[in-house]
């Protein structure tokens, strides 16, 4: 087993091999000029079980590229099986026709991957578990619900708590955490009842005194967070925290995010922070390393990974 | 017949279409503030033979995605049949193993552009015929040859041309426009005797009181180009001019031909030029609008674009 990364992620790289206790594969993943990718890897894979680690986030494209090109490159060179792990998957948002004529591209991006010669692929919390069906090779979706949990439980007095949803879209997964804290469980639903009225913030049920904890798989403007603490602290709420596996954070959310009500908003390094995010005063990151290096782990020695869940 | 564009070279887009006399097809190329981009065809497009001009120049993943996304749009909008026309095809230069355990990035993007569901790919002076071999769909690579040489006659006294190849790789194309100009060929030979020793420069063809013709595919950093010139002029030629299709240009290429003693580099508009290339002292863009808008026309009319070359 040799584990190998591209640019987008070095540190969760790094931190992985370092709890499998292997050194990172050596490559080196470069631009010529004109900003061309070029890949070598520095090390014999020939007949290896080899894992690319590279979340595809912001530059996606740019991330993408590596990846499939470092894929490109491990199949020439004769690797046994070849497994990307993409901790985020970038282009998972757009996972169905947004309106008419328009492309599937999370659907394309699998394809791709496929293309470039990946015999598996390793994800965390993807958007939508369907895009795992977009693959004809093996996947595996970790979740990273057990590793949120478990710091939700040091840092809080659960029998205060309270799960939130930011949106009816992602109650399903609120539920999921609500049930393994066994507390209850809130819904902010946004309506705008005609185009260009300002939206309405509801909160279904009963959030006063409560220390609510929003949950999410995305935080990309940071937008509908900052707004879901307002109005939630508005209903009562003695404290608003968030929640939320991938930091995209694009824009200006790092400052929106500082300058909001959010006590806290805990992401997970599926996405390398930003020196921005590392030095801004109300965002924490928590490790999957573990998580991912277990599962690179067992699925290396075809063990089953839905234990990692419980 | 409809032609759409992505975002790399909507210049060149409009101009083929103003050739073939047809609006070019509405589509929206937007980024999310993420970056990852977004398309929307805006016109029905069922049952079309569809073009989409992209070449895949800097950013070339960007420009890349871009093109494979739309295609993927296309295709999911019933097109009756989608050829992608890159006059500049990017990762070119990657067309074979530059060493152990690297990829062959040409071939992969070959790949791409099949699997995103294109149909037929249309090029512009491949850096290797050979990437034609890459594809299985039909492709037709035409020649900006007929274009650079009708420019050469419009301006040179053709009796005191002569056509140089500016290294030993690019003989067989200068051969080719020194028998259409029926003048002599000279040939700069770089070589380096030991590694870290200075690049000689011999020139091979008696070049003194010649008009020197540069001929080469791509001019990237244009240092290649600029020392072969310092080289003629030495050796007695009275000008020296470069004729080359693809004007990548990259860091400080601008600054440094208009720095050199090239009386003029002459490319064409298969990279849509920057400000800074327009405003060049001296490099002058020849466009290939009709070269390319004959060649949709016919190959829409399933006719033969052979007779494009005389
Ligand atoms: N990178 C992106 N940034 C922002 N919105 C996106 C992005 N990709 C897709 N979308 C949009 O997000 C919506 C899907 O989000 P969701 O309903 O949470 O699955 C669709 O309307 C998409 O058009
Ligand atoms: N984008 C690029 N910029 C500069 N050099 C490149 C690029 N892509 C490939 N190469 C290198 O260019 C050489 C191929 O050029 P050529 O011999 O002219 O076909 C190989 O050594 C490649 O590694």
Same mark, same amino acid.
């Given at each position: 087993m040799k584990v190998f990364a591209g640019n987008s992620n070095r540190h969760l790289a790094e931190a992985i091999c370092n709890y499998l206790n292997l050194p990172l594969g050596k490559a080196s993943v470069r631009r010529f000029a004109d900003q061309e990718i070029f890949v070598e890897i520095q090390e014999n894979v020939r007949g290896e079980d080899v894992f690319v680690v590279q979340p595809?986030?912001?530059p996606a494209n740019d991330h993408l590229m590596e990846l499939l090109i470092m894929v490109d490159a491990m199949r020439r060179s004769s690797a046994r099986r070849i497994t990307a792990v993409l901790p985020y998957f970038g282009?998972?948002?757009? #996972?169905?026709?947004?309106? $008419?004529?328009? $492309?599937i591209s999370a659907k394309l991006v699998a394809n791709l991957i496929t293309e470039a010669g990946a015999d598996r692929v390793l994800t965390l919390d *993807?958007?939508?578990?369907?895009?795992?069906?977009?693959?004809d090779i093996p996947t595996d979706n970790l979740y990273a619900l057990p590793i949120l949990t478990r710091d939700i439980v040091a840092n809080y007095d659960i029998g205060n708590v309270m799960v939130v949803s930011p949106?009816?879209?992602?109650v399903v997964r609120a539920r999921a955490l609500a049930k393994r804290l066994d507390c209850l469980l809130a819904i902010v639903d946004k309506r705008? #009842?005609? $185009?260009g009225e300002s939206e309405v913030m509801n909160i279904i049920g009963e959030v006063a005194g409560k220390d609510c904890i929003l949950i999410d798989d995305i935080v990309d403007s940071g937008g509908t967070l900052c707004n879901a603490a307002e109005a939630l602290l508005k209903n009562g709420a003695t404290s608003v925290t968030a929640y939320i596996?991938?930091?995209? *954070?694009?824009?200006?959310a790092v400052t929106r995010i500082a300058n909001s009500k959010l006590k806290e908003l805990v992401i997970t390094d599926s996405i390398q922070p930003t020196t921005a995010v590392q030095s801004a005063p109300n965002i924490r990151v928590i490790t999957t390393a573990s998580l991912i290096g277990e599962a690179i782990n067992r699925t290396s020695q075809e063990e089953s990974v839905s234990s990692l869940f419980d």
């Open positions: 595809t986030s912001f282009y998972a948002r757009q #996972d169905r026709k947004a309106g $008419p004529r328009t $492309p *993807l958007h939508a578990g369907q895009i795992q069906g977009f693959f949106d009816v879209g992602g705008r #009842d005609r $185009p596996t991938h930091g995209v *954070l694009s824009g200006g």
